[in-house]
């Protein structure tokens, strides 16, 4: 999708979607994420963006369950935060 020359990725707002509580499809909010130059690139060399514009399809590891990429990112999240030590109760909330 492209709004006055910039190339955005289309995302239902989960947020939004949340507070609204069980709604239909044809209703959900979708919000669009700007495509910087250095992600235009990763999209294209690494997930090649040409075949698979259009598509319905998650960037992040598409052949896994959501509730296991959401697992390792809070893991990931809690690793990273042993390493530069913060102490402090943090919440990555996904």
Known sequence: MNVDGVKLIRAN?????????????DSLQVKGIPVIREMQAVLSIDFNYKNNE???QFIIAPELD???V???????????????QINESKCLRI
């Open 13 to 25: 707002n989960e947020k939004v979607n949340k507070l609204k509580g069980n709604i239909s499809n």
């Open 70 to 84: 959401i697992n390792y990112i809070g893991k990931g999240f809690t690793h990273f935060k042993r390493i530069v």
């Open 66 to 68: 959501r509730s296991t």
């Open 54 to 56: 259009g598509r319905d």
